[in-house]
DNA sequence: GTTATATATGAAAATATTGTCATATATTTG
DNA sequence: CAAATATATGACAATATTTTCATATATAAC
């Protein structure tokens, strides 16, 4: 073993939390929720080009981990940006000077 | 379209890296070359009890993305954290009140 | 050159993620 | 209640990632 604490438990979450952000999908809506406060899933399909079920499994994915928060009110749903932090990977990656 | 943009590139971009990055694994490699500057395939492999042509594809995935750089010395390949900036994206994580 | 050691490679199997489609549920309106 | 609209769900197909295994290559020592 390492000189270090490398927990398995903490990087088995980080990797979990960094999936959940890995999608080009998903990472349009998290940008397009930090600029808009709270959208139905109409408006987001609509905006992000997506179809309706495909976006769907997409929300409920990242609210299932704690990074949306979501309301009904009537016919519509409404997601939210909870987890703000996650905002910052976004903006740490465009610092990279990482290849594609 | 929404108001604002949202590049598929640079979206498709982030994806990319973060998807490198999204690994329990190679998570540990990058913690374990952060604290140690330089290191053999073999070493990394003891630190983190992973099987040497796992971890050859492991760190080949990561170095063709620009994360970490390599040389041989003799029989040994050396490899080392390149783009530092990612591990920002760790430490970004561990202050997520995200679930799991 | 032969042997030993370290690392890389490629194919294939195992597994996980993503996307699609049909349909279910929830709510509102008439 | 029936119809219309918005969203969720689940199964399955398509695709991508991860792991394994056998083997190749590189270098060093003899």
């Keep these: 073993m390492a000189t270090t604490e490398i927990s398995q438990e ?10 959940a952000v890995a ?3 998903r990472l349009a809506i998290l940008e397009l ?7 139905g899933v109409l408006e987001i399909c609509n ?20 990074i949306l928060g979501s309301t009904r009110d009537g ?3 409404y997601y ?4 703000k932090e996650v905002i ?3 903006k740490c990656i465009e610092d990279c000077n990482c290849t594609m």
Aim: a positive charge; proline letters at 2%.
């Design 47 to 66: 905006a992000l080009n997506c179809e309706q079920s495909l976006m769907s499994h997409h929300l409920i994915n990242l609210k299932l981990k704690g």
């Design 75 to 77: 016919l519509n749903v």
């Design 10 to 19: 903490r990087l088995n979450k980080a990797a979990y939390i960094l999936k």
């Design 33 to 39: 929720l930090n600029l808009n406060e709270k959208m």
């Design 80 to 83: 939210w940006l909870k987890e």
């Design 88 to 90: 910052k990977l976004i």
């Design 23 to 25: 999608h080009p999908v």
